[in-house]
């Protein structure tokens, strides 16, 4: 049961990160506007090693590939098979690496020597998610007519090295910088916490958890099948044009991915009911963190939108997006305050 329960946290953890990292990859993306060729600076391999630096390598990788793969279906420039993996499926999987370290950190006795091991973690997966684009950039995009910044004149090699260590490097700079100071301040992010709840009364416990749970399953399912049927139909659609112009409706990727984990939620939730579990600590988590992606979607939209020069109407559903998405999220966080005043001092 414990290996059970283990693995459970894990895939939870997974998906959550994998899900922020997806988040901070489309917000940095906004912001890209010096990158005309792709590519952006920005801190979404921080949801990587953040699960790498708990979890170890494997669910580094596999939260790096669950990312890799949401980027394949919302912005993808496909030219070859070979490529679709250097681009897309790799980079932040090869950031998971990172987690391969993650004896040398837990043996580390000082927060200094944690802190090198966490920068070195974070120097070895960035250094890999450059060389799977370099090794792109040389074998795809060698074709000096379609280089930026003037550089025709330049090798294809050189070209691709300067190009993406452009972004690569400074992302990998912030990224240090922002596991640095988040460890100095809050080193347990980094450790694994068990959480014991104080127990409420039975009857309270039972109507609220099963309430929560129906809700979860119900809306998380409803959300999951709506914005999938319309995501095959817009890919479907897309794939007329051209292979190589591949591309998918971005809000029914997010709407998806939100409302799976508010599925997979409600799931885990219902299983640990029949059994007669308590689960209030997990419904009550997973609802702001949902509501705090929802939220900051949009904002990355908007910022997009308004850099491109947009006018009000093409990001008018996004304001509105945003309002509700934040209304929830206060919601949110009264009910986790709440909960966790019934908490015994324990650890996070």
């Known amino acids: 049961m414990k290996n059970t329960t283990n ?3 894990i895939m939870c953890e997974v998906g959550i990160f994998a899900a922020i990292g997806f988040v901070l990859d ?3 993306g906004a ?6 060729n792709g590519g952006s600076i920005g801190i979404a391999m921080v949801a990587v090693l953040l699960v790498a630096y708990r979890r170890g390598g494997l669910a580094g990788i596999f939260t790096g590939l669950i990312i890799g793969c949401l980027d394949l279906l919302t912005k993808a420039y496909i030219y070859h098979p070979a490529q679709l993996f250097l681009d897309y499926i790799l980079p932040y999987a090869l950031v998971g690496v990172a987690g391969f370290l993650k004896p040398l950190l837990d043996k580390s006795e000082t927060k200094k020597k944690a802190i090198l091991w966490i920068s070195v973690g974070a120097l070895v997966g960035g250094t890999l998610k450059f060389l799977s684009h370099f090794l792109s950039g040389v074998i795809f995009f060698n074709d000096p007519s379609g280089f930026a910044w003037n550089l025709t004149s330049w090798n294809p090699v050189a070209y691709s090295l300067v190009y993406n260590f452009a972004y690569i490097g400074p992302s990998i700079a912030l990224c240090i910088a922002f596991l640095v100071i988040l460890y100095w301040r809050v080193p347990q992010i980094v450790k694994i916490r068990e959480v014991h709840l104080e127990k409420t009364p039975k009857d309270e416990r039972a109507v609220y958890a099963w309430g929560v749970t129906i809700t979860y399953i119900v809306g998380g399912l409803t959300g999951f099948i709506w914005s999938l049927i319309v995501l095959i139909r817009s890919a479907l659609l897309d ?4 292979y190589d112009k591949f591309s998918t409706n971005q809000d ?12 997979v939620a409600g ?5 640990s009911l029949i059994r007669k579990k308590h689960t209030n600590g997990l419904l009550v988590i997973i609802f ?9 979607y949009p904002v990355a939209k908007i910022i997009k939108i308004a850099i491109d020069g947009g006018a009000f109407v093409d990001y008018q559903v996004y304001v ?3 309002i509700v998405a934040f209304l929830l999220l206060v919601l949110g966080i009264i009910a986790l305050s709440n909960h966790l005043k019934n908490k015994r001092g324990e650890e996070f």
Not at 31 to 36: C, G, N, R, Y
Not at 267 to 271: A, D, K, N, V
Not at 288 to 296: E, R
Request: glycine share 2%.
């Open 7 to 9: 693995i459970v946290r």
């Open 26 to 28: 489309e917000f940095q």
């Open 31 to 36: 912001l890209a506007v010096s990158f005309p």
């Open 239 to 242: 794939h007329k044009s051209g």
């Open 252 to 263: 029914c990727v997010v709407i998806c991915v939100l409302c799976l984990m508010l599925l």
């Open 267 to 271: 799931i885990i939730s219902l299983i």
């Open 288 to 296: 702001p963190i949902v509501a705090s992606i929802t939220t900051l």
């Open 320 to 322: 509105y997006w945003m």
